[in-house]
C-alpha cells in the first residue's frame, strides 16, 4: 500500500479530538480502583471493629497520609509516563519520599521503645494477612490503571507499569488499612511499604507485555 | 529546525480541532521525515524500503490514533520522535534483531531530513480491512474511503452517529494491530 493511501484515509473526516481524554481517564481509574478496592477489602474483611477509638482513627490517619502521598505522587509521574517521551523530562525519584518519612518515623518510635517491644511492633498480629491482601486487592485497580495507561501511548513500558502497579498497591494499602488492627509505625514502614513495593516490581515486569501498542 | 517546529505544532494544533487539511499536512510532512529516519536506521541491519515504509505507515497510523496523548504545551518534535523511536524499537526486538547494531540516538535527528521517495508498504490495506467485523468494515469505507459524513455512514451501516464514531476508532486500532503483527513475523 502507498503511504499516501494510507494519509488520504486518515485524514477524510477526522474527528476533533479531545485534549482533555487522558486526564479524565486517570481520574476515572482512580475512582473506580478506590471504589473496587474498598469493597474488595470490606465485603472480604470487614472494617475493623474498634474503628471509632482514638488511636484506631489516629493510625488510620496515619496510614491514609502514607498511601495518598504515595498515589498521589505516582498518578502526577504516571500522567507524564504515559505520553510518548515523558520519561525523558521526569525523575520519578521524589516518589520515595513517603516510603523514606514512614521509615524514618519507625526508626524514632522504635528507639522511644524498650528493646523487648520491638518483636511485636515490627511483625504485629496479622503481618501474613497484610502481605497477602494488599498485592490481592491491588489485583482490580491495577487492571484498571493499565487499561487507562493502555488508552494513551507510554513509550517505556516498564516503567510506566512500575508507577501503575504503584498505584494500585498504593490505593489497595488504603483500602486494606480500613480493616487492619496492627497499629505501629514499624509494621506500616515494614508491611505497608514492603507490599507496595512488590506490586511496583510486579507491574514493572508485566508493563511491557500489557502495555504494548 | 525551529520554523519546521512551528509549522508542524501549528498544523497538530488545527489538526486536533478536526481540521482535515492540517491533519493532511501534517501526516504528509512527518511520513517525508520518518521516510528518512527508518531508511538510514534500517540500511545499517540491510533491510529493504520496503520495511521502512512499513514504518513509515504504522507511525503515520500511530501518530493519528494517539494524537489525543499530545500535550500542546510542549514541543511537538519529541513528541513525534518518541513515537517513532518506540516503534523501531519495537520492531526490531519483535524481528529478532538486535538492538546494539542499530544506533538508536537521543538527538531529534528524526526531523532533520526529508525523503520523498515513497515506495510500497509490505501489506495491503483493503485486505486487512476484510478481516475487520462488519459495522467497523462499512463505518471506515463510509466515512474514510468515500468520504460520506457521519450522519450518512450511520444510515447505510444501519449503526447510530456515534456507533459509527466507535467503529471507525476501533477499527482503526485493530488496523493498526492487523499492520503490526503482518510486519513482525
Known amino acids: 500500500m502507498k503511504t499516501d493511501d494510507l494519509i488520504t484515509l486518515l485524514s477524510t473526516n477526522p474527528e476533533p479530538v479531545d485534549r482533555k481524554a487522558v486526564a479524565r481517564t486517570f481520574w476515572v481509574a482512580f475512582a473506580a480502583g478506590l471504589i473496587a478496592a474498598i469493597g474488595l477489602a470490606l465485603g472480604g474483611l470487614g472494617f475493623r471493629t474498634d474503628f471509632m477509638t482514638t488511636r484506631a482513627l489516629a493510625f488510620l490517619a496515619v496510614k491514609f497520609t502514607f498511601a495518598i502521598g504515595i498515589v498521589g505522587l505516582a498518578m502526577v509521574y504516571l500522567a507524564r509516563l504515559a505520553r510518548p517521551g515523558g520519561e525523558q523530562r521526569i525523575s520519578p525519584i521524589l516518589v520515595v519520599l513517603p516510603f523514606l518519612v514512614i521509615v524514618a518515623l519507625a526508626a524514632v518510635s522504635l528507639g522511644a521503645a524498650p528493646r523487648s517491644y520491638w518483636d511485636k511492633m515490627i511483625i504485629g498480629e496479622e503481618w501474613l494477612e497484610c502481605l497477602l491482601s494488599i498485592p490481592i486487592i491491588a489485583i482490580v485497580p491495577f487492571a484498571i490503571s493499565i487499561w487507562a495507561v493502555r488508552q494513551a501511548a507510554p513509550t517505556n513500558l516498564a516503567r510506566a507499569g512500575a508507577f501503575a502497579g504503584l498505584i494500585a498497591g498504593g490505593i489497595s494499602a488504603m483500602a486494606y488499612a480500613l480493616h487492619c488492627t496492627d497499629d505501629s509505625l514499624p509494621f506500616i514502614a515494614v508491611w505497608y511499604s514492603g507490599t507496595i513495593v512488590l506490586c511496583t516490581l510486579a507491574g514493572a515486569l508485566l508493563g511491557p507485555r500489557l502495555l504494548r501498542w | ?185
Open chain 2, 1 to 185: 529546525m525551529t520554523t519546521s517546529e512551528t509549522e508542524l505544532k501549528a498544523l497538530m494544533l488545527a489538526s486536533l480541532e478536526g481540521n482535515a487539511l492540517s491533519h493532511r499536512a501534517l501526516l504528509e510532512r512527518l511520513s517525508l521525515r520518518l521516510r528518512a529516519y527508518y531508511k538510514a536506521k534500517l540500511a545499517v541491519l540491510g533491510r529493504g524500503t520496503a520495511e521502512a515504509e512499513d514504518l513509515v505507515q504504522e507511525t503515520v497510523l500511530a501518530i493519528h490514533l494517539k494524537r489525543h496523548t499530545y500535550d500542546p504545551q510542549e514541543l511537538l518534535t519529541p513528541w513525534v520522535y518518541a513515537i517513532a523511536r518506540y516503534k523501531l524499537i519495537d520492531f526490531l526486538r519483535h524481528n529478532r534483531m538486535s538492538l546494539t547494531a542499530v544506533p538508536i540516538d537521543e538527538a531529534c535527528d528524526v526531523m532533520a531530513v526529508d525523503d520523498s521517495a515513497s515506495a510500497e508498504s509490505t501489506f495491503d490495506l483493503r485486505q486487512l480491512m476484510k478481516r475487520l467485523p462488519e459495522g467497523m468494515q462499512c463505518a471506515i469505507e463510509a466515512v474514510k474511503l468515500d468520504g460520506l459524513s457521519v450522519a450518512e455512514a450511520a444510515t447505510r451501516c444501519g449503526l447510530s452517529e456515534s456507533g459509527v464514531k466507535v467503529n471507525i476508532h476501533r477499527g482503526l486500532k485493530t488496523l493498526a494491530k492487523l499492520i503490526s503483527q503482518e510486519t513482525r513475523k
